[in-house]
């Protein structure tokens, strides 16, 4: 039984389905990083709440945060960085979903201060053009201010690499969001394997790759992405059950 037939309500199931999704997809960090939900009454976000990881994200785990920072639905204070996703949401009104993930390979190759280069499918979500950079601090956006400062670097990229952090990726539908960070995630591990062998001389030009992201990441195929990290988790936690039965 999922969490909509249990009564919990539609962006509140969507938050625990993307954090499931994000974790399957290897972006958990023990009990750090999260994703929020637009809630559609307009009162604020759906979050994880504090303290749990992604994958054990399920309904009444899941906080209705307020645009305040007060924790409406849910228990326990809010996340000290849920300023990303309200300062997101404040400044993109088109934007349903924000995630925030401290992927290993991003904060790798944020590291190494050089551009992001469309030498796969992956990589061509951006378009030919170099994934934006938040460098203001390394530290937590634990303020409304670094949130609105963050927010304003996204512009009409699908995601932002935050050196010496993370990276926060967003979408107008929560398997958009969700996708763009597992790409941005995939283009900096394939690009960090590629500079190990050496330099890179081979990558679609900016007129290639924004065909290619065209003709590779339409919304039909990030839903398609979803689902299957969506079948993925449902099988790890099926595994998970029938090994805890036989135990």
Request: glycine share 10%.
């Amino acid at each position: 039984m999922d969490d909509r037939s249990r009564g919990v309500n539609t962006e509140a199931a969507e938050t625990v389905s993307a954090s499931r999704a994000l974790a399957v997809s290897g972006q958990g960090d023990m009990v750090w990083g999260h994703v929020a939900v637009r809630d559609g009454r307009g009162r604020g976000i759906w979050i994880k709440a504090p303290g749990w990881g992604l994958e054990e994200t399920r309904g009444d785990r899941v906080q209705l945060v307020s645009f305040d920072g007060e924790v409406l639905v849910g228990s326990g204070a809010p996340h000290k960085e849920c300023h990303i996703h309200l300062e997101f949401f404040r400044m993109y009104s088109d934007l349903q979903c924000v995630a925030h993930t401290h992927a290993q390979a991003a904060i790798a190759f944020a590291a190494l201060n050089t551009p992001l280069l469309p030498i796969s499918h992956d990589a061509a979500i951006f378009g030919g053009a170099d994934v934006p950079r938040f460098d203001i601090t390394g530290g937590l956006i634990n303020t409304p201010e670094l949130g609105v400062a963050l927010a304003q670097v996204l512009g009409e990229s699908p995601a932002v690499l935050m050196p010496k952090h993370g990276l926060v990726a967003a979408g107008r539908s929560v398997p958009a969001a969700v996708m763009h960070a597992v790409l941005l995630e995939r283009s900096c591990a394939l690009q960090l394997r590629a500079m190990a062998a050496g330099p890179i001389d081979v990558y679609s030009d900016a007129a290639e790759a924004r065909i290619k992201r065209e003709q590779c990441w339409p919304e039909s195929q990030l839903v398609a992405g979803w689902n299957y990290l969506l079948r993925m988790a449902d099988a790890a936690t099926a595994d998970a059950v029938i090994r805890r039965m036989h135990d």
